[in-house]
């Protein structure tokens, strides 16, 4: 008796007392992997630390549901509560089955155990010593530490494969769930893991783990851990694996973030994931003009956050797929038009104001510039509001020209955040207003979000950092642009009475389309939403005749639709101040009621104080015809004349002056190779004659769509001009110079 007391006494000292011979291995928790946010909580995406793996924060034994504990007792440690760290009946029934067997089938480690192996790491066969030691270890931590918080430690620092390491990271990269919504399935799944993440990989082969879980399932019920019945379902449930679930969504927007302190985006994870599918579904339509990408910034009016935006056709793409189509700077094409007519607007211009789309030319320090409408024809006399809404490049020039130029609009465009535009605005002339100068989707987005606000600027964000609302344009200005870009009927003589803009509520939308078709744009707003789009090729090879309405008008369509599918569209409220009345769209006068009848009129809207002079018996003949000033004369002759009888001219003076309006005497030239055609072709333009004949001696001068151009070369010119009828002639010089 006495030997066994003192065998006792040696066996409860080795068991209580060698443990505290040996140094228990840093216990504290790991540092959590940076894991971003969308604006719900929900992860976009989880970057790797330093040891190229993704960690969680620690969680803790009450965030982890009784299922999920379940699951991984009954996989790895049924007694866990029940031992001191070394379970020695499992030791003695895994010594008895080898035995048995003669080689090792089986193994006893505990919890505590594959913890202590987790956080002391070794290289090569682990000797009796080191397992003798890790055992003392796992016996000492059982002593020091809870059962609760060993086994939250664990599921904190076990390795789930794929670079997942930590239960909560698991959860999220498998399944796109929390912890708190797995089922008894996907529990017994990721219990399954730990034992060998490599062989048994979700994303390669996920029925290759599914006899495991099975059997783990299996074990739960038979600790009474499942009913029969969750048992069955359990074993009924089909796993679905999401390859990039709370791993990789918005990836350009993580890309963008890396390295700042927040973590919490404002990105939407529904809609984000709604507008990659929009994308990804009409780029396979365009795929046979040769659209490769596209790009889409959603930004939420009120607060200034970028509820979605998609960067590219597929962050994996090899042709470009990781470049971020929202920031690389592209040609906008004429979607910067509607900020020259709001600082027309600004300088006393009203919608009804009339501009004559007709050839014109302007000479610069570098060469002519003669302004091309998309259509490669002209409109005559119109309304500001019909060549806003038509996109008229003819008409914006003239508009710009009028209200002081490129430098006016450029100072405007870089006040609202258009960044990339450093050049002086000499650089950019006329040309800026139809997008000669690139800009980056997500700021010029943000400029429409502030039209939307009627001149209320906030910073776009994509995390909810501080921000200021300031005025930077007019209120009742920015109605006017945006009742101009919501007027389908404005729009309908270029794109149609049913083009992809037509929306089932009222939405501004305005496109725009590069030299080339290499860029197109759509981008416009409600009152909550503003959606840009951009759609072109990162190798800036062109599309085959994908202009803005074609290409990114479908896209704007669609994110616009999907918004408001279960939120009702809303328009900014009627600023105080602004009055509707008849116009004639030919002169742009207003049609009181002591004006006489007018064949053609529509109603427009105008700031109080500012409406248009007064139609008069002056502006029409007898027939009820309008008559237009003496530069409309060869356009209403021609075949482009879309208002027919509609209109006229004045009726000729008796003696009409002869005289050259373009170009003036002296002009001086240089061609240019960065403008089509070297900007060797002058447009020739005279008043006093119905019927000019050109010619010159050393220039060729043809007649091109009914408007007479000389093809210039080096030298100096003489032109002359004769009008047959009274014998009269002019002449003119220019000057052209090789660039």
Same mark, same amino acid.
């Given at each position: 008796m006495k030997r066994l007391a003192i065998l006792a006494a040696l066996l409860a000292a080795g068991w209580w007392g060698l443990p505290w011979l040996v140094e228990l291995p840093d216990l504290k928790p790991p540092a959590a992997s940076p894991v971003f946010l969308?604006?719900?909580?929900?992860?976009?995406?989880?970057?790797?630390?330093?040891n190229g793996t993704r960690k969680a924060s620690p969680v803790h034994f009450d965030e982890i549901p009784a299922v999920m504990r379940h699951a991984m007792l009954a996989a790895e440690d049924k007694r866990f509560f029940f031992h001191g760290g070394i379970d020695l009946l499992a030791i003695a029934r895994a010594a008895w089955d080898n035995a048995r067997s003669g080689k090792i089938v089986s193994g006893a480690?505990?919890?505590?155990?594959?913890?202590?192996?987790?956080?002391?790491?070794?290289?090569?066969?682990?000797?009796?010593?080191?397992?003798?030691?890790?055992?003392?270890?796992?016996?000492?931590?059982?002593?020091?530490?809870?059962?609760e918080e060993v086994l939250a430690a664990y599921l904190s620092r076990i390795s789930f494969g794929n670079n997942l390491t930590g239960i909560a990271t698991a959860a999220s990269g498998y399944f796109h769930k929390p912890l708190a919504d797995l089922t008894p399935a996907e529990c017994a799944l990721l219990a399954a893991l730990p034992q060998s993440p490599t062989r048994w990989n979700p994303f390669r082969e996920v029925n290759s783990i599914l006899p495991r879980q099975?059997?783990?399932?299996?074990?739960?019920?038979a600790q009474g851990w499942l009913s029969r019945e969750q048992l069955q379902t359990a074993l009924a449930q089909e796993i679905v694996i999401h390859r990039f679930s709370g791993g990789f969504v918005a990836p350009h927007v993580v890309e963008t973030l890396k390295g700042s302190e927040s973590t919490h985006t404002t990105i939407d994870a529904l809609l984000q994931h709604q507008v990659e599918i929009i994308v990804t579904q009409r780029l396979v339509a365009l795929q046979p003009k040769n659209v490769g990408h596209a790009a889409v910034v959603v930004i939420e009016n009120a607060s200034g956050n970028v509820l979605a935006l998609v960067g590219s056709r597929d962050f994996f793409a090899k042709d470009g797929g990781q470049i971020n189509g929202s920031w690389v700077p592209r040609s906008p094409g004429s979607a910067l038009k509607?900020?020259?007519?709001?600082?027309?607007?600004?300088?006393?211009a009203t919608p009804s104001n009339i501009v004559a789309d007709l050839p014109i030319e302007f000479i610069t320090a570098t060469g002519t510039y003669k302004p091309e409408n998309y259509a490669l024809r002209h409109f005559g006399p119109m309304t500001y509001r019909a060549a806003l809404g038509n996109s008229l490049n003819i008409s914006a020039v003239r508009v710009l020209?009028?209200?002081?130029?490129?430098?006016?609009?450029?100072?405007?465009?870089?006040?609202?955040?258009?960044?990339?535009?450093?050049?002086?605005?000499?650089?950019?002339?006329?040309?800026?207003?139809?997008?000669?100068?690139?800009?980056r989707l997500i700021e010029l987005t943000n400029a429409?979000?502030?039209?939307?606000?009627?001149?209320?600027?906030?910073?776009?964000?994509?995390?909810?950092?501080?921000?200021?609302?300031?005025?930077?344009?007019?209120?009742?200005?920015?109605?006017?642009?945006?009742?101009?870009?919501?007027?389908?009927?404005?729009?309908?003589?270029?794109?149609g009475a049913h083009s992809p803009l037509r929306l089932p509520f009222r939405c501004a939308a305005k496109t725009g389309t590069s030299t080339s078709f290499r860029d197109n744009w759509t981008l416009g707003f409600t009152a909550d939403f503003t959606v840009g789009v951009w759609?072109?090729?990162?190798?800036?090879?062109?599309?085959?005749?994908?202009?803005?309405?074609?290409g990114a008008g479908p896209i704007f369509r669609d994110v616009m639709l999907h918004l408001h599918e279960h939120r009702a569209a809303q328009w900014p409220a009627l600023p105080t101040g602004l009055v509707r009345a008849r116009i004639d769209p030919r002169t742009g006068h207003h049609l009181t009621p002591q004006a006489p009848p007018s064949r053609l009129s529509r109603e427009e809207l105008f700031i109080i104080g500012n409406l248009p002079p007064p139609a008069t018996a002056a502006d029409y003949d007898n027939r009820g015809? &309008?008559?237009?000033? #003496?530069?409309?004369?060869?356009?209403? !002759? =021609?075949?482009?004349?879309? +208002?027919?009888?509609?209109?006229?001219?004045?009726?000729?003076?008796?003696?009409?002056?002869?005289?050259?309006?373009?170009?003036?005497?002296?002009?001086?030239?240089?061609?240019?190779?960065?403008?089509?055609?070297?900007?060797?072709?002058?447009?020739?333009? &005279?008043?006093?004659? #119905?019927?000019?004949?050109?010619?010159? !001696? =050393?220039?060729?001068?043809? +007649?091109?769509?009914?408007?007479?151009?000389?093809?210039?070369?080096?030298?100096?010119?003489e032109i002359e001009v004769q009008d047959p009828a009274t014998g009269q002639k002019q002449c003119t010089f220019v000057i052209v110079h090789e660039q």
């Open positions: 969308a604006r719900d909580g929900t992860p976009l995406r989880h970057l790797l630390d330093e480690s505990t919890i505590h155990q594959q913890l202590i192996k987790n956080l002391t790491p070794q290289r090569g066969r682990r000797s009796f010593g080191v397992k003798l030691q890790e055992a003392l270890q796992a016996r000492r931590l059982a002593m020091s530490w809870s059962h099975r059997t783990i399932l299996e074990k739960m019920h509607p900020f020259t007519y709001l600082l027309a607007f600004e300088s006393g020209d009028r209200i002081g130029g490129a430098k006016t609009l450029l100072a405007k465009l870089q006040e609202l955040g258009l960044s990339t535009l450093t050049e002086p605005f000499e650089h950019y002339g006329l040309g800026l207003t139809i997008g000669n100068a690139p800009v429409y979000a502030t039209l939307a606000r009627l001149g209320l600027h906030k910073p776009w964000r994509l995390q909810n950092t501080p921000s200021d609302m300031r005025r930077l344009l007019p209120e009742k200005e920015c109605y006017l642009i945006a009742d101009i870009l919501s007027d389908n009927q404005a729009r309908e003589r270029v794109f759609v072109g090729n990162f190798d800036n090879t062109p599309m085959q005749d994908v202009s803005g309405i074609t015809r &309008a008559i237009l000033p #003496r530069e409309y004369a060869a356009w209403i !002759s =021609s075949r482009e004349n879309w +208002l027919g009888d509609l209109v006229t001219v004045a009726i000729e003076e008796t003696n009409p002056q002869l005289r050259i309006t373009h170009p003036i005497p002296g002009t001086v030239i240089r061609l240019d190779p960065d403008i089509p055609g070297n900007g060797s072709h002058l447009l020739l333009q &005279a008043e006093g004659t #119905r019927a000019p004949r050109w010619s010159s !001696s =050393s220039l060729d001068i043809r +007649l091109e769509k009914g408007y007479p151009i000389a093809h210039l070369k080096p030298g100096r010119h």
